[in-house]
């Protein structure tokens, strides 16, 4: 069976090259930057918070909602 857990980041998460990577959802609520990459992959992905990055971003999901910030020098979403 099967754990369907949902993983948060209601804090501050930041560094040169972070990946967030799940087959549950991801509730994007605090900030979360990557200063050469940022990788975030989930079931659903929901931007809640301050998601940046200054090098590549990408973002792979089933199902992406943004309803705040997000920027990056160049971004991909699959």
Do not use: C
């Not at 069976?1 to 990946?19: H, P």
């Not at 990577?21 to 301050?50: C, F, M, P, R, Y």
Request: proline share 0%; no cysteine; net charge negative.
């Amino acid at each position: 069976m099967e754990d369907n857990k949902k993983f948060d980041n209601t804090g501050e998460i930041i560094g040169n090259n972070v990946s967030l990577i799940t087959t549950n959802d991801i509730d994007l609520v605090g900030k979360l930057h990557g200063a050469q990459s940022l990788t975030i992959s989930g079931k659903n992905i929901s931007n809640n918070g301050e998601t940046t990055g200054t090098g590549v971003t990408t973002i792979t999901s089933n199902n992406f909602t943004n309803n705040k910030n997000l920027s990056a020098l160049a971004l991909t979403i699959k």
